[in-house]
């Protein structure tokens, strides 16, 4: 682990030992919330000191294998095996499941599935709706008096570096009456709803948190899907669903590393990619015409992304726009595009004829991936899904980061640090027919370990069946 990670694992545990006893329904609240957003940057660029953990007292977790088993400790207590439920309907969380219409209506019925949502139709995509807010109850007395004993406890922590930090307290008194009403509300749901399984898109929203953990508590089965490529850690551990659905062998291996038994990890793939593998192949004369491209030049998509070094994305930018062989679609990542953080694209786009940037934040990325001729992107999933599209992928490693990623290292030589050698990466990969060859080898087995599943929504169907009759292997 690097030290700030250290360090963030340490402070985890040491906020659940402090706040242990602030619990509603007897789960702990420090447990309900997103704990990485309660860190502003002045407690994280302390973090990053070596020093840091000389300041806690109380921290639980030393080594990487002990993160999850931390976690489990404090909810063993409350969990109830495992029971199946022949009668029961798998309940499908709608909030960030980034399932299709058609993967849905496909894969689940009315008769074995209810959608849960915050719309009050009686049926989504031909399945009964179930509206969440309908469960809603009063709680705010409750929550009072849980905000005011939160409130204490920081006030008797004076110099400690996280519990004097007025954004990271405020931050978690702030959502005490969010937890508090979403748990009150989770427990109504269970108890009126025949629910024998659970499907959430991510546990980093308290909804999905909260439907997990009380599933956990009724002995309800739950999967969690895997929401993105893992990049920050702390968006996908600890795990609190009784399953975690993967892209692949890659995530199995990273999960057991921090302590996740094996047997809760399932290879399903995800459905938002399910289509990749079966989009038509359209022309491209439209694309062509709207971005002004010359057909007789080599397309290169270019996905950026957030704290980027911005000599080096500058560097690459110049270099690539320069060759006589390129032209550059630059395609912004959503947060610069809400930040309006997109001058350095556009600067080059006034330069070059050659570049053009895409502004709009309703382009579909898929699109643009699939009529470029290859992606050149930063550690992201466009990455990914450029491979899964059979379209060469470069990656550029610029991230300004507290820690190493390494996703996407097994594509060495097709990632690079420096942009000078990613530039004669990708003028190599076009003048070389020995070079696209071994391309191929390199990004084959990359996704030999990294993704597989073609049909990620019937194996995931396939895996709430299972859940619901006690066989969870596939």
Known sequence: MSIYLSNYWSLYSEFIHAAQELKYRNIP????????????????????????????????????????????????????????????????????????????????????????????????????????????QDTKAAAEELVQRAADLFAKAEGHPAFSNGFFTQTFLSRIPTIVDTIEMVFNLYNDLPVAAVMVGTTEDVASRTLAVVAGIKGIPSVCLQHGILMGEEAFIPVFSSHVGIYGQYEHDWYTRRGLESERIVITGHP????????????????????????????????????????????????????????????????????????LYTEYEEEYSNVHVVTDRKADTRELIMKSDAVVATLSTVALEGLLFDKPVFVYKFIQANREYDYYDALDPYIQKEPADLTRMVAHYFSSNKEKVNYKAVKDKFLQQSYQIEQSGRRLAELMDRLIQGRPKL
Not at 43 to 65: A, N, T, V, Y
Not at 81 to 110: C, P
């Open 29 to 136: 609240l420090a447990l309900m919330t997103n704990f990485y957003q309660q860190i502003n940057d002045e407690l994280r660029s302390e973090m990053g000191s070596s020093d840091f953990k000389l300041k806690l007292e109380h921290s639980g977790i030393h080594e990487q294998d002990q993160i999850q088993p931390f976690f489990e400790t404090m909810v063993a207590p409350l969990y109830q095996s495992v029971k199946s439920n022949l009668k029961g309907k798998i309940l499908i969380n709608l909030d960030y499941i980034r399932m299709s219409e058609q993967t849905i209506s496909e894969h689940f019925s009315g008769d074995s599935a209810m959608i849960l949502s915050r719309s009050r139709a009686d049926e989504l995509f031909g399945i009964p709706n179930v509206y969440s807010l309908g469960y809603k």
């Open 272 to 343: 938002r990619y399910d289509d990749i593998f079966t989009a038509p192949h359209t022309p491209k004369d439209s694309f062509r015409e709207t971005y002004q491209l010359d057909p007789h030049k080599v397309t290169l998509l270019i996905a950026t992304g957030p704290t980027l070094d911005e000599y080096k994305i500058r560097t690459l930018l110049t270099q690539l726009a320069s060759h006589p062989q390129f032209q550059l679609i630059i395609k912004p990542h959503p947060w610069e595009l809400s930040k309006k953080l997109i001058s």
